[in-house]
């Protein structure tokens, strides 16, 4: 699969953030767009009001600081925050992360997602997967995406197979959430895997 590259002047830092997003679908339900400051009210009454969806598997920003932490991790260039919103109502349906973005012969990064509660269980979170791995290996120009999930949360771990993650391996005590130490499985999905599967769904 031939990916873009990536093209900028000596000096000059592309901002993951600053990267075009292509339209959604012709008839999808929700679009992605990057995450503004003007974010703050929606974002924070809504992480408020998803407790029992997210916890203990997430636990997003619910403060003004947290949420600036935030916004501002997602100026950097090793860092992106894309909100699922609906092409109805331009509601925020979920919050996607692509973190710790690395270059050169890696291309590779984590992904993170979490659904607002309001919004949860329309395949909204499914229609938007699609295209963050459509921006991901199109014009992010990644190579492989990786999204680690704890081995008890179902729905996240059907959202990641069902766009195509493969079970890669597990990670004890991976990632401290929650003031734990939580148990990981790997999951990961590669361009040339992504585009297989979207031609094998359109053929």
Not at 11 to 20: L, Q
Not at 56 to 69: H, I, K, L
Not at 74 to 90: E, I, P, Q, V
Not at 158 to 183: H, K, M, N, T, V
Request: hydrophobic share 35%.
């Amino acid at each position: 699969m031939k990916r873009p590259v990536l093209r900028r002047r000596p000096g000059e830092a592309v901002r993951p953030s600053d990267i075009e997003l292509p339209d959604p679908p012709s008839g999808a339900r929700v679009l992605l767009r990057v995450l503004t400051r003007e974010d703050r009210p929606e974002f924070l009454k809504l992480a408020r009001e998803s407790h029992r969806l997210h916890r203990p598997w997430t636990y997003p920003p619910e403060r003004a600081d947290q949420f600036d932490e935030l916004y501002g991790r997602s100026r950097r260039d090793d860092f992106l925050c894309l909100l699922a919103c609906r092409t109805d109502s331009g509601a925020m349906a979920g919050v996607f992360t692509i973190s710790q973005i690395v270059r050169g012969a890696f291309q590779s990064a984590y992904l993170g997602y979490y659904a607002h509660e309001a919004h949860a269980g329309q395949g909204l979170m499914r229609e938007a997967l699609e295209q963050i791995l459509d921006h991901c290996f199109g014009p992010l120009g990644l190579h492989r995406v990786e999204a680690n999930i704890q081995p008890g949360n179902g729905p996240s771990i059907a959202l990641a197979r069902g766009a195509g993650f493969r079970l890669e391996g597990f990670s004890p005590r991976y990632l401290l959430i929650g003031g734990q130490w939580r148990d990981h499985e790997r999951y990961a999905i590669t361009a040339d895997e992504h585009a297989a599967a979207k031609a094998s769904q359109a053929a």
